[in-house]
């Protein structure tokens, strides 16, 4: 298989067939759940971080905050929590919150470098369904565990995001446990890689589309077994190991490196493809906070028209929930609630036949 050669730098958007899956519509029930969460923390005045060792990044909302609170970003959160409105607000917060007292607006390109000198995370290429490659190269392994490496996983996955298709709000993690001639691949503990798995699960909710697994080594099998109590059940169904990614990531947009099937011959060159990176992440952080500011700095603005698609802003949408001609009563929540439960046990009841079925006719 002939490779493709590409500069040392990112790959800029998802190659022209590539079709990002429409968003489901809300239901009604899930609508009113929306509206009320959308009302609520539109009243957020502070954000107040509850640590004691830094309870001085307590303080006013901020306009960075504001544009975080997206329309799909309430849902995501909604979704993690199966519809609970509140307990969606009490994550939204904690969040926020976490990103204050984490730092995770604070790192820059300068302080994680040293972490990424090798190549062993890397944004590179699009997946069939639009979604960002990001690449973890453990084989590449250029540090020791600390602290940092925490941060280095935060950076990356915000950048992740800055680099999404309009339509499209999760990533396919590409995860490669080839080791290096130079070094032998050293598992992180297992405290590191709890922290990491509930940042991810708290505060990157419904993030994860597909998790792309090959070359796993006996030792490393053993790690996911000790991990795996760790991981929602929804999120180990998205894991693939050791098939042919070309199904899932076009072949022209697949390092060769990661597997024989990818025809994209990419060596990483830190000194081009990191400031690279850096330049196209902020520019497009700047164009979709000029949206947002374009739109009215609105909470619970459109992803799709922030990230530069073809919805437009949400306009006349932007009013607050308590100008609007409808209340939503105490009622309503708990008949939504209940619709939703119910949808909930139709799913679980459909899916759990089917995997019956599924293995009767195995």
Known sequence: ??????????????????????????????????????????????????????????????????????????????????????????????????????????????????ENETGKQMLLGYDTEGRPCHYLSPGRQNTEPSHRQVEHLVYMVDRVIDIMPPGQETLSLMINFKQSKSRKYTAPGLGLARECLNI?????????????????????????????????????????????????????????EYQDQGKLDFDYDHAEYWPALSKMCEEKRKERKERWVAGGKQIGESEDYLWGGAEPSIGADAL?????????????????????????????????????????SA
């Open 1 to 114: 298989m002939k490779a493709v050669s590409h500069s040392k730098t990112p790959i800029a958007s998802p190659i022209a067939s590539t079709k990002v899956p429409a968003r489901p519509e809300l239901t009604p029930a899930e609508q009113v759940k929306y509206d009320e969460l959308l009302k609520q923390v539109r009243t957020w005045t502070e954000i107040k971080v509850e640590s004691a060792k830094a309870s001085e990044k307590s303080g006013p909302i901020t306009d960075d905050e504001r544009l975080w609170l997206t329309r799909e970003c309430l849902i995501r959160y909604l979704r993690a929590t199966k519809w609970h409105e509140k307990e969606s607000e009490k994550r939204l917060h904690d969040t926020l919150a976490w990103r204050r007292e984490f730092g995770a607006d604070e790192l820059t390109a300068e302080y994680i470098s040293p």
């Open 320 to 360: 607050a929930p308590e100008d609007k001609k409808t209340e939503t009563t105490p009622e309503d929540l708990k008949v939504a609630e209940l619709k939703i439960e119910e949808a909930e046990v139709v799913k679980e009841n459909t899916e759990a036949t089917a995997s019956t079925e599924a293995k009767t």
């Open 200 to 256: 991810l699960q708290m505060h990157y909710p419904e993030r994860l589309g597909r998790a792309l697994i090959v070359n796993v080594p006996f030792m490393v099998w053993g790690f996911f077994k000790l991990i795996t109590p760790f991981i929602d059940p929804r999120t180990r169904e998205k894991l693939k190991f050791n098939e042919d990614m070309t199904q899932y990531v076009p072949s022209e947009q697949l390092w060769s």
